[in-house]
Nanobody, 128 residues
Framework: QLQLVESGGGLVYTGGSLRLSCVVP????????IGWFRQAPETEREGVSC????????YTTDSVKGRFTISRDNAKNTVYLQMNSLKPEDTAVYYC?????????????????????WGRGTLVTVDS
């Protein structure tokens, strides 16, 4: 059973930056595609950005494209979400999710029902 752990959330002001990390202590992530998802209060969870197991394919949703960048360092068993130019509407709990194999990363992001493993989330608050 994978237990993903997110970190890096916090309070920033509009225009600020944060880098989220997703790790699985004691486990190798290089067989898993990883996605970052977020859920704001009273909204459904949405896919933000997803990356293939090798890192050669990524998908980023339009609302954050050009501001957020997903990457991974398999040697460190870590997947990152660099978030720049943050806006109040980016305020949400951010979760990472894992899916074994080589899924279509766009489909993975658009339908989180396929995600096999989830972290508990990290809160990002962007204050205007």
């Amino acid at each position: 059973q994978l237990q993903l752990v997110e970190s890096g959330g916090g309070l920033v002001y509009t225009g600020g930056s944060l880098r989220l990390s997703c790790v699985v202590p004691g486990f190798t992530l290089d067989s898993y595609a990883i996605g970052w998802f977020r859920q704001a209060p009273e909204t459904e969870r949405e896919g933000v950005s997803c990356i293939s197991s090798s890192g050669d394919r990524t998908y980023t949703t339009d609302s954050v494209k050009g501001r957020f960048t997903i990457s991974r360092d398999n040697a460190k068993n870590t997947v990152y979400l660099q978030m720049n130019s943050l806006k109040p509407e980016d305020t949400a709990v951010y979760y990472c999710g894992a899916l074994r194999g080589s899924p279509n990363v766009e489909a993975m992001c658009k339908s989180d029902s396929t995600i096999a493993y989830w972290g508990r989330g990290t809160l990002v608050t962007v204050d205007s």
